[in-house]
């Protein structure tokens, strides 16, 4: 298979949620694979860190501060990554998150859950997460009549985890949203998929699968003993899935896709 299929130097990636974990890694990936890199993020900190790395390694990237939930700040951003590089090509939407409150303790009722909880966590991961950067993004696009959206779901959006109740039902309107938009702009040159990641350790669940001693938590050994492939995710493991969905040689005719790395573990039921 020529290397060619995965050749991204004409494109434009927008990494939105770049100064994360998740994001980052899938950021380093583009770039590596020769796409100009937009790290979009709140964190100037943690964005400049990212494209510092990424460009150690000898990638381009840039940095541009946006709030995912404001329509402005992204417009803002996205006319700037369009001034100094041109229109953007390939959008990915990695932020996301959850809410303590929104998440469900053993024995808890689900009739108690804060609504203000709920809406934070749709706001963070459908709207912000979603929404807003695919109208905002996907207008310049469309005018140009070409583009990549992928959108970063989880697995946890096709089958509803205990607990997490909120998260996996804001991910599965996420993979919802994906098939929509894929259908709508299917003709207009913009393809647009998901990734559905599954377990991978990272800041926001690290204390739910350790413990302080750095051994697997209960819920972490669930998890570990339900997966397939008997151990968690690393973020470099997201780079083919990424790459190939932004390329438009490699996946020319892929859209309205979730695509799942979850070792396996979505394929067990009991």
Not at 146 to 164: D, E, F, K
Request: charged share 15%.
């Amino acid at each position: 298979m020529p290397a060619s299929l995965f050749d991204l130097s004409d494109e434009i990636a927008v990494v939105i949620g770049g100064t994360g974990g998740l994001g980052g890694a899938m950021a380093h990936a583009l770039a590596d694979a020769g796409a100009r890199v937009a790290v979009v993020g709140r964190s100037a900190e943690r964005g400049s860190q990212r494209v510092a790395a990424i460009e150690s390694q000898g990638g381009k990237a840039m940095f541009q501060s946006a709030d995912a939930l404001s329509p402005d700040s992204l417009a803002a951003a996205r006319d700037r990554i369009t001034t100094e590089w041109g229109t953007p090509t390939v959008l990915v939407n990695a932020a996301g998150g959850n809410h303590p409150q929104a998440t469900l303790p053993p024995g808890a009722d689900f009739c108690d859950l804060p609504l203000d909880a709920w809406r934070h966590v749709f706001d963070l991961n459908l709207v912000g997460g979603v929404l807003l950067p695919c109208q905002v993004f996907g207008k310049v696009m469309l005018s140009a009549g070409r583009g990549s959206i992928v959108n970063i779901a989880s697995m946890s959006g096709m089958i509803p985890l205990s607990r997490v109740v909120a998260y996996s039902a804001a991910k599965a309107a996420v993979i919802n949203l994906t098939q929509f938009l894929a259908r709508e702009w299917a003709t207009r040159g913009i393809r647009v998929n998901a990734i559905s990641p599954g377990f991978f350790p990272a800041e926001q669940n690290r204390a739910l699968l350790y413990n302080e001693d750095g051994s697997l938590s209960e819920r972490g050994s669930q998890i570990i003993g339900h997966t397939p492939m008997a151990r968690f995710g690393k973020p470099e493991e997201l780079g083919g899935a990424i790459v190939w969905l932004a390329s438009p040689a490699a996946s020319s005719f892929v859209t309205g896709q979730n695509i799942v790395v979850d070792g396996g573990f979505s394929s067990v039921t009991i």
